[in-house]
Nanobody, 123 residues
Framework: QVQLVESGGALVQAGGSLRLSCAASGRSFATLIVAWFRQVPGQERDFVACLSWSTGNTAYADSVRGRFTISRDNAENTVYLQMDSLRPDDTAKYYC????????????????WGQGTQVTVSL
């Protein structure tokens, strides 16, 4: 089992940038798919981006492609989400998640979750 801890959420103005971090403990990310999801109260948890630790392959939601970048730090066992050109509709709680196997984009396909970090984008 892996424990996931997110950090980096904040209040930022539209057009600004943030970098979220997801640190793993308990086991290595080495064989995992690590993903970021986001959720607004009353709505479903939506896929944002994911990365295959072993291959480096990535996937992005259409709404963030070209603005967000997912990356990893092998030494720190950490996955990052660089968020640029932020918009008010990016406001949400962002969650890190992990699963074994292949890249998937639906939240119910992930079994390991962090507690989330809040991102708020103001006009």
């Amino acid at each position: 089992q892996v424990q996931l801890v997110e950090s980096g959420g904040a209040l930022v103005q539209a057009g600004g940038s943030l970098r979220l971090s997801c640190a793993a403990s308990g086991r290595s990310f080495a064989t995992l798919i690590v993903a970021w999801f986001r959720q607004v109260p009353g709505q479903e948890r939506d896929f944002v981006a994911c990365l295959s630790w072993s291959t480096g392959n990535t996937a992005y939601a259409d709404s963030v492609r070209g603005r967000f970048t997912i990356s990893r730090d092998n030494a720190e066992n950490t996955v990052y989400l660089q968020m640029d050109s932020l918009r008010p509709d990016d406001t949400a709680k962002y969650y890190c998640a992990a699963r074994n196997g292949m890249i998937r984009t639906r939240h119910h396909e992930y079994g390991e979750w962090g507690q989330g970090t809040q991102v708020t984008v103001s006009l």
